[in-house]
């Protein structure tokens, strides 16, 4: 099914990114980790008017994209595809706000659109800084991160046999549906029925998959707790790389540059 | 300190659905040998093997492994003695990376990081498998997955070990070079399979296992030359020791 | 339902990622009191079970289109309420990070949504108080569809409240909840369906799993009345917090003045706090003397059109100093953004 082999070469093609070595590949995962976070809170914080303001923060995501070699068509494809419900939502906000905000010569801009081209670029920055995240981190070393971060082990270490486990489970879908489809005749289209029987036909596989990789565990000692050592090393090039894009981020925040910018180029040539 | 390894007596066990999948199964097998389980599907070679490590206890009967008798105080024990290596490689490879894996077992076993470290890397040494440290499991090719499933047992440096169906699903150039890997080790082996020919290259005695009872235990050629014997217990010469299809010599 | 990240106010993600937090260690915490390891790998064979089901279409009957389900309840009925919870926490951090769906800061919206309703709710309150310990093929069907139902009912309700709190969309809450609530309701009711086919499926084929999350000790009223008494009081705290920070902020308070006032330029703004905000952006003013100062009102707003479309238009908001300097300055700013990104490419290019 082209659903379930298309999201497993995705989550491949990241993967594949995010093995590369490159300055940014480099860096600490929990100093990528913390200066995401940073960055999102950044993003969110700015006024739901404030369209110039989220301009500077950009920046992030382009030397990022730049300096650890990701492709950006194909980073933008994915975020183009990115869950629509913001947009759904955001496309309200020219209908229901229509207070003229602004005026460059004959036209008047609305609240709403302003509010809705914030909404655009804020779903800009903040997802493509996730994707970002992972392909250049990995998602075991973003797992490993948080680990040492202080979220529940438990958790982590679900995240991780999910994460191992997606390629194996969708794989075995896929043949299933491949299966049906080779007998579905009348229909391209799954019943509900047929979705509930072969999906608990899966669900039955994936218990006794469980019961398998358990007995694999117990047999190398496991004793309800996972052990990870992977030695992290946060350095000073790490803490740099945090201080001075939050720097970055907090001098953006604090001030409009873009219309500082304005003002000195326009003073000067006044 | 007896000489045998494994002393299994009057092993019997039920499935919780009915099943009784081992009815008085009894064998020993000393330092060293090299022992081949066959059985035709469902002949409970797979349910036996669960008991050697302790994650079926026997419901009557009894398991020996070195001095331990199998039972709840010595599973810790037993399963550190006892490497098990099981039918779908994906099972056994659960952890993100190659090196995460294999040092799962010595890190339960509560061993210091160095030597964690060094368990690693001779495990991973031997298998050839050196170069994958750092590949994700699900990014292997079923020969190396294999390899590397055998790895994550060999870091445990057990005194046994034990492998169902090792190599159901690989290529002809695969099964070879991981018959001749497993040649090299010189553990004592239990080896469940369908693969009679891997039998004969690797072991020099067989149990044949029939609706959970052991109808021959013996050196392997005398067991496969018995063909009144293979029949009863669905099974088949190797292909090595029936006549050519070509011309009708045997080979 | 997937919450945006550009639809959330840094108040209310923050305070969801505190009640999410708060419910993962609980959960955790519950999780290693039971002491059952078989759980570990079946917790993530069983979140990645779900992940390849929601990549499966069926067809919804009677309406020509196809839909996906989210697997929810189906992961409290297998696993119990805590290790469900932390499935589905992993489920959705992964779909936020490979596929985008809502963003970083949405997580804690989007966990909280997807798994407390249905694990700390519907779970224990109707689920289980409907099929007890002794299953049947109609207990299943209706424990299921209705705890579905009101899971995803409470969920997108939830959705709806984050998104009014964070204020960055102008849907009123009445027009919202009526958009959202009768869709769920359907989605729910589909979802509760297909919940009870496929436990009713492994009901008869292995009952024996399901007799594992029975075993998790059943929630008592008193524990689901502490979790709920402790995350609103985290959730209440957070948002406290935030708030006050946000508010003392001041483009915060200017946003949420704006919001109050009806977008028009305050006339008395309260004195303390907006000198405080005039004298910051004193200070962080370089060239004062051009148009720059912001009059007392919400933040300006610009567009990065180019600079050639405005001419001397006198926005009634905003003064046409102000507003040329920010266009200019905008499209400067992106431009430069851009040539730092080709010339960093470039130079890597070329090592
Ligand atoms: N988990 C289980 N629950 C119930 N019955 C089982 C279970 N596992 C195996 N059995 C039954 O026990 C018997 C022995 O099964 P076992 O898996 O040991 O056979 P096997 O020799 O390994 O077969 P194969 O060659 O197919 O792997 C079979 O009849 C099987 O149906
Ligand atoms: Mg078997």
């Known amino acids: 099914m082209s659903t379930i082999e298309s999201a497993l070469l995705d989550m491949g093609g990241l993967d594949i990114l995010a093995a590369q070595n490159t300055p940014i590949h480099r860096r600490d995962p929990r100093a990528k980790v913390l200066t995401a976070l940073a960055f999102i809170v950044t993003v969110v914080s700015f006024s739901k008017y404030d369209l110039s303001g989220l301009l500077p923060l950009f920046l992030y995501p382009v030397v990022l994209v730049a300096l650890g070699n990701l492709p950006p068509r194909y980073l933008l494809g994915k975020l183009l595809l990115a869950s629509p419900f913001a947009l759904i939502i955001g496309v309200f906000n020219p209908l229901l706000d229509r207070t003229i905000l602004l005026r460059i010569g004959p036209v008047g801009l609305s609240g709403g659109w302003i509010s809705f081209v914030s909404i655009l670029l804020r779903f800009l920055l903040t997802v493509s800084a996730a994707l970002i995240l992972i392909s250049t981190t990995g998602f075991n070393a973003v797992c490993l991160a948080l680990t040492r971060l202080k979220v529940p082990h438990v958790l982590t270490v679900q995240l991780m046999l999910l994460y191992r486990y997606i390629f194996v489970l969708a794989e075995e879908a896929s043949r299933m549906v491949r299966a049906w489809s080779l007998r579905a005749v009348k229909s391209r289209r799954m019943s509900p029925k047929v979705f509930s029987s072969l999906v608990g036909q899966l669900l039955l596989r994936a218990v006794d998959r469980a019961q398998r990789i358990h007995m694999a565990m117990l047999s190398r000692g496991f004793d309800g707790e996972i052990r990870l050592i992977r030695p992290l090393r946060f350095g000073m090039a790490d803490a740099l790389f945090v201080l001075a894009w939050t720097a970055f981020f907090v001098l953006a925040r604090a001030c409009n540059l873009p219309q500082l910018l304005g003002q000195a180029v326009l003073g000067i040539t006044r | 300190m007896t000489h045998h390894i494994v002393e299994v007596q009057d092993l019997n066990y039920t499935y919780p659905g009915g099943v009784h999948a081992l009815q008085g199964v009894s064998f020993r097998i000393v ?103 750092d590949r994700p499991p699900h990014r292997l090719s079923g020969g190396e997955k294999r390899a590397v499933a055998i790895a994550t047992v060999l870091s445990m440096a057990p005194d046994l070990l034990v492998l169902d169906e090792p190599t159901s699903n690989l290529d002809p150039k695969a099964r070879r070079q991981f018959i001749e890997l497993l040649r090299t080790f010189r553990h004592t082996k239990i080896i469940a399979t369908h693969d009679l020919d891997m039998i004969l290259d690797l072991c020099e005695r067989t149990i044949v296992l029939h609706g959970g009872r052991v109808t021959a235990d013996g050196p392997t050629l005398q067991i496969f030359n018995d063909p009144e014997l293979l029949m009863r217990s669905h099974l088949e010469k190797p292909l090595r020791m029936q006549a050519c299809p070509v011309c009708g010599k045997p080979t | 339902m997937h919450m945006a990240d550009a639809l959330i106010s840094p108040a209310v993600g923050g305070a969801m990622w505190a009640a999410t937090g708060a419910l993962t260690a609980y959960s955790a915490k519950k999780l290693k009191a039971e002491l059952d390891e078989r759980k570990v790998p079946l917790m993530g064979v069983l979140g990645a079970f779900i992940f390849s089901a929601q990549m499966i279409n069926f067809s919804i009957p009677g309406t020509g289109s196809s839909g996906h389900i989210g697997g929810g309840m189906i992961l409290a009925i297998l696993l119990g309420p805590y290790a469900a919870f932390l499935t589905i926490a992993s489920v959705v951090a992964v779909q936020a990070l490979f596929f985008a769906d809502g963003g970083l800061l949405a997580l804690g919206c989007n966990i909280f949504n997807m798994g407390f309703f249905p694990c700390f709710i519907a779970y224990p309150l109707i689920y289980k108080k409907i099929v007890g310990d002794r299953p ?29 709190f964070s204020r960055v969309s102008e849907l009123p809450f009445a027009t919202f909840v009526l958009l959202m609530q009768p869709i769920h309701l359907a989605i729910g009711f589909v979802e509760g369906l297909i919940t009870s086919a496929v436990v009713g499926f492994v009901w008869k084929a292995r009952p024996e799993i399901l007799e594992l999350a029975a075993d998790a000790k059943p929630i008592g009223n008193l524990s689901v009345k502490k979790v709920l008494v402790g995350l609103g009081m985290a959730t209440a705290l957070t948002a406290g917090l935030l708030s006050w920070f946000a508010s003392t902020h001041p483009d915060g308070l200017e946003w949420s003045m704006f919001k109050t006032s009806g977008k028009e330029e305050l006339k008395a703004p309260e004195r303390g706090v907006h000198a405080a905000a005039e004298s910051l952006q004193q200070t962080t003013a370089i060239l004062p003397d051009y148009d720059f100062k912001k009059p007392a009102k919400p933040s300006e707003p610009e567009t990065p059109a180019e600079p050639e479309n405005k001419t001397d238009g006198a926005a009634p908001v905003v003064s046409a100093g102000a507003s040329v300097a920010g266009l200019v300055g905008a499209a400067i700013t992106l431009v430069l953004v851009g040539l730092l990104g080709v010339a960093l490419r470039m130079r890597r290019a070329s090592n």
């Not at chain 2, 409970?44 to 994650?55: A, E, F």
């Not at chain 2, 490497?83 to 210091?112: H, I, K, R, S, W």
């Not at chain 2, 990081?113 to 060094?118: C, K, L, N, P, Q």
Request: proline share 5%.
């Open chain 3, 136 to 164: 049947t093929q109609g207990r299943i069907l209706l424990g299921s569809t209705l705890s579905a139902v009101l899971g995803l009912q409470m969920g997108a309700f939830s959705v709806v409240l984050e998104t009014v």
């Open chain 2, 31 to 133: 330092h060293g040998e090299s022992v081949g389980v066959v059985g035709a599907n469902g002949a409970g070679k797979s349910t036996l093997l669960r008991h050697l490590n302790g994650y079926l206890m026997p419901v009557q009967g009894s398991v020996r492994i070195g001095d331990c008798l199998v039972a709840k105080p010595t599973l810790r024990d037993v399963r550190r003695a006892v490497g098990m290596v099981f039918q779908d490689p994906d099972d056994q490879l659960f952890m993100p990376t190659v090196y995460e894996d294999v040092a799962f077992g010595p890190l339960n076993l509560g061993l210091p990081a160095a030597e964690v470290e060094a368990r690693v890397m001779q495990a991973l040494d031997t298998v050839g498998a050196a170069h994958l440290r």
